[in-house]
């Protein structure tokens, strides 16, 4: 029980780091700027609470996303360096993911805060 708790622990310290390592991403960054912008917006415009659990669900759901783009491209340069469709379409592919997600939470973001 011991052994499995710590190895627990550890995958939780491996998991914060990611955390960390994404903070230095200049996409997250950007993400988290928005995240705060919205925030700040959703004070202002004293939304309620069933609003706010929607926009937590939107912006994890897009700093998630954005997290698996990332590791995604890291995956691909580690592989190879090498300029090939197959890494354009992989990463493009993973990037699109990002797209759509953002793009239906900023429908959902403006219908909450604006509309
Ligand atoms: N190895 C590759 N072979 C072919 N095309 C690539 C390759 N690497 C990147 N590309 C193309 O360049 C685009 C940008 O790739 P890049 O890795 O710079 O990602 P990015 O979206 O600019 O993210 P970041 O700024 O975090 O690096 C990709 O979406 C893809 O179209």
Do not use: R
């Amino acid at each position: 029980m011991k052994k499995f708790i710590l190895k627990e622990l550890k995958s939780f310290k491996c998991a914060f780091n990611g955390i960390y390592l994404a903070l230095t991403e200049a996409h997250i960054i950007i993400q988290i700027m928005a995240t705060v912008l919205v925030i700040a917006t959703g004070y202002y415009q004293n939304i309620n609470k069933t609003e706010w659990l929607i926009i937590a669900i939107c912006i994890a759901m897009v700093i998630g996303a954005e997290m698996m783009n990332t590791a995604i491209e890291k995956t691909v340069d580690y592989i190879s360096m090498e300029q090939h469709p197959q890494a354009k379409s992989i990463k493009d592919i993973s990037a699109g993911a990002v797209l759509v997600i953002s793009i239906v939470a900023a429908i959902i973001g403006i219908n909450i805060l604006f509309l």
